[in-house]
């Protein structure tokens, strides 16, 4: 059984940097494209960040030149570098793994991003 878990949420102020990393233990052979999503209070879930197998990313606009995606198959790990933080990127960030052609979501880790 394939389980993400992820971790580096927190409060941080306005300009702030954090890093979510996740994790993905179990079962599998391989691990495709590997991503993160945000949701805020009453909003959809969207796309931040994803890095393919081939490691070509794709960024959400509002998070260009701030966050970077990256990932370690040796560890079965991805990782989000985020800077320059905003109040609007508060929310709750979900890793999002294909693994094995079927896609994973962890729990999620809260970010909060104080003015």
């Known amino acids: 059984q394939v389980q993400l878990v992820e971790s580096g949420g927190g409060l941080v102020q306005a300009g702030g940097s954090l890093r979510l990393s996740c994790a993905a233990s179990?079962?599998?052979?391989?691990?495709?494209?590997m991503g993160w999503y945000r949701q805020a209070p009453g909003k959809l879930r969207d796309l931040v960040a994803n890095?393919?197998?081939?490691?070509?990313?794709t960024y959400l606009d509002s998070v260009k030149g701030r966050f970077t995606i990256s990932r370690d198959n040796a560890k079965n790990m991805v990782y989000l570098q985020m800077n320059s933080l905003k109040p609007e990127d508060t929310a709750d960030y979900y890793c999002?793994?294909?693994?094995?052609?079927?896609?994973?979501w962890g729990r999620g880790t809260q970010v909060t991003v104080s003015s």
């Open positions: 999002n793994v294909v693994i094995d052609g079927r896609m994973y």
């Open positions: 179990g079962s599998f052979f391989t691990i495709n494209t």
């Open positions: 890095i393919r197998s081939d490691y070509s990313t």
